[in-house]
């Protein structure tokens, strides 16, 4: 059974006022990086919480309003990620689904979630959209370059063109803290599921993971899952809102050991698949066993070495294994959800990497109440305690 966690109060009472007490306190170090076409492009908090200014306004205008829904049909992007706050700055709530769900198990989910607006990445996404919900739902997309006549439609907005507008004033609406900032839905044999998160719950609660794993601004994370996964939403973009740390987001996915390698984050918040296949890159490298510089890994990586076994073999084997992974400069390892497996964790313990284990909502049933600062995850301890 996951472990229950308790949360404190912040002082913020949402994530967009966490995004705009950033940029008044710290406007000018960077907030976020996204690489594009190779180079990595810096945004500065200040220029975030512009961008989500002029979103503002453009959401508004297509009719965005306090207890609509935002749909977000995209991988890990920036412009998912302001439009989130713009639309929750507007008083609206978020549901984000993964693009590479099979179209049977999207369909009922877009239908299900009604939404006043969809952010959709490219072609694709916008044809699921049409498909699932007709073509009168207004539409921001982020790659218009083969949308060709769809681009055109009057409810169609490219997302740089949103950009355009005029930035709305800070203090558009006062947002209760205890309001739905993020609807989770997944398909189940009972029918859809679905999760809701607040805005107190997550500050409060991303307080509680800076404080016990001693995050910084300093720190830098990769934002490399899709804001679908409740995890990415928990561990990551809150925390990002109130440690105020620099969030990266790669090119593509397919792209993203790479990048990684290339930024070196001190904040990793993996799975037991992501953590599993960064274990595959490692056997792949390694030599032959009988070899002799299999030989030299394995006593290198010999649990409870001496002091010259541990000196030589972090320079020799674990130095360059960790650099290949990019996690040569990570201090918060963390783990979202299920074990790894035994060859996984002893793998990572040999390299000196000590992943920590964070509960995740994998068990969470349908018509959750959004889950506040007050409520500690009592509703949701019960509902797990009964499935186990």
């Given at each position: 059974m996951a472990r229950a966690l308790s949360s404190v109060a912040h002082p913020l009472p949402t994530l967009p006022a966490a995004l705009r007490q950033l940029a008044r306190l710290r406007g000018r170090q960077i907030g976020l990086?996204?690489?594009?076409?190779?180079?990595?492009?810096?945004?500065s908090w200040q220029a975030l919480a512009d961008e989500v200014a002029r979103l503002v306004s453009q959401l508004a205008g297509l009719g965005l309003g306090q207890g609509d829904t935002l749909l977000v049909l995209s991988s890990p992007r920036p412009e998912a990620l302001l439009l989130t706050l713009a639309a929750q700055t507007l008083g609206a709530e978020v549901t984000a689904l993964d693009p590479l769900l099979p179209p049977a198990s999207l369909t009922p989910l877009l239908q299900y979630a009604a939404p006043r607006l969809v952010f959709a990445e490219g072609p694709?996404?916008?044809?699921?959209?049409?498909a699932a919900l007709g073509a009168d739902v207004p539409v921001v997309y982020a790659d218009g370059q083969r949308l060709g006549k769809a681009a055109h439609a009057a409810n169609r907005v490219a997302y740089a063109q949103a950009l355009t507008s005029p930035p709305a004033e800070a203090s558009i609406l006062a947002i209760d803290p205890d309001a739905v900032a993020f609807r989770f839905l997944r398909l189940s044999e009972g029918g859809i599921e679905q999760y809701t998160l607040s805005h107190a719950f997550l500050l409060g609660e991303a307080a509680q993971l800076i404080a016990s794993e001693g995050l910084q601004a300093s720190d830098s994370a990769l934002a490399a899952r899709a804001f679908a996964a409740t995890a990415q939403v928990r561990y990551l973009l809150a925390p990002w809102l109130v440690a105020g740390f620099a969030l990266n987001f790669p090119e593509n996915l397919a792209t993203r050991d790479h990048d990684r390698r290339e930024l070196g984050p001190t904040l990793v918040a993996g799975t037991h698949d992501s953590y599993g296949r960064l274990a595959?890159?490692?056997?792949?490298?390694?030599?032959?066993?009988?070899?002799?510089?299999?030989?030299?890994?394995?006593?290198?990586?010999?649990?409870?070495?001496?002091?010259?076994?541990?000196?030589?073999?972090?320079?020799?084997?674990?130095?360059?294994l960790l650099?290949?992974?990019?996690?040569?400069?990570?201090?918060?390892?963390?783990?979202?959800?299920?074990?790894?497996?035994?060859?996984?964790?002893?793998?990572?313990?040999?390299?000196?990497?000590?992943?920590?284990?964070?509960?995740?909502?994998?068990?969470?049933?349908?018509?959750?109440?959004?889950?506040?600062?007050?409520?500690?995850?009592?509703?949701?301890?019960?509902?797990?305690?009964?499935?186990?």
């Open positions: 990086r996204h690489k594009r076409l190779g180079i990595w492009q810096e945004f694709a996404q916008l044809a699921q959209t049409q595959a890159l490692v056997q792949a490298r390694l030599p032959d066993p009988g070899h002799w510089q299999r030989r030299l890994v394995d006593w290198a990586l010999a649990p409870a070495p001496g002091a010259l076994r541990r000196g030589l073999g972090y320079w020799l084997v674990r130095r360059p650099d290949v992974l990019g996690l040569i400069h990570t201090r918060h390892p963390l783990l979202i959800g299920p074990p790894l497996s035994a060859d996984t964790e002893r793998l990572f313990a040999a390299l000196g990497v000590k992943v920590r284990t964070l509960p995740d909502l994998a068990d969470w049933q349908a018509v959750l109440p959004p889950v506040s600062a007050a409520d500690d995850f009592a509703v949701l301890a019960a509902s797990q305690a009964g499935a186990c």
